[in-house]
Structure formats: C-alpha cells, structure tokens
C-alpha cells in the first residue's frame, strides 16, 4: 500500500490551499483517515480525521478554517485549507488505517510541505 499526498504549496494568510492524498495497492478497505502536521521544531499533531462512517474530528486550531472529506470509491482523502495563518506552516502527513484483507495497520503518506507567508 502507498499513499502519494499532493497539493501543498505555498500560499498568503488567508489563502487557500487543497491537499490530496490517494492510496494505491491491495486495499480491501480503509477506516479512519486523517491529516497530521509537523512544524519545524515541534511535534506532529493532529489536523483532522474523518472515519468511514463520515465523523469527523479537528484540532482546536483548524476548526471552522479546514475541511476534511473523503472519496471511498478512490482511495482518496482531502483537506480544504481556508483562511491559512503563518502558523499553519508545516509539513503536511496523511495517515491512512488500511485493511489488506490479512491485517490491518496505519500507513503514512510522504509529506507536502504547506508555507503560509505573505
């Protein structure tokens, strides 16, 4: 299984942005989905998830700004960015839990780095 992220970018504040993140592989179903963030020097945190049934849960700091959505037919989970802060700078990291029919585990996406400056 591999998940290819794309969109990043970089943007002024209160820009937008979209990222993308498509899983490939022996996929036989795939649960919660979500989108971390790991700015220079800090830890990764959480931005967003969205369960197979459509729950979603945000990171105090994103609500109301980020959407997160998902496309179960392509493997494909989304993050709509709006109103982008400085601090909202960082490397973006989608995180998938993958059922491959044997077993499932979590799989990780490569970054895309997201840079808000004006």
């Known amino acids: 299984v591999q998940l290819q992220a794309s969109g990043g970018g970089s943007a002024q504040p209160g820009g937008s942005l979209r990222l993308s993140c498509a899983a490939s592989?022996?996929?036989?179903?795939?649960?919660?989905v979500g989108w971390y963030r790991q700015a220079l020097g800090k830890q990764r945190e959480s931005v967003a998830t969205?369960?197979?049934?459509?729950?979603?849960d945000y990171s105090d700091s994103v609500k109301g700004r980020f959407t997160i959505s998902r496309d179960t037919a392509k493997n494909t989970v989304y993050l709509q960015m709006n109103n982008l802060k400085p601090e909202d700078t960082a490397v973006y990291y989608c995180?998938?839990?993958?059922?491959?029919?044997?077993?499932?585990?979590?799989?990780w996406g490569k970054g895309t780095l997201v840079t808000v400056s004006s």
């Open positions: 592989g022996s996929i036989v179903s795939i649960n919660v």
């Open positions: 969205i369960a197979s049934g459509g729950i979603t």
């Open positions: 995180k998938m839990f993958v059922d491959i029919g044997w077993n499932g585990m979590d799989y």
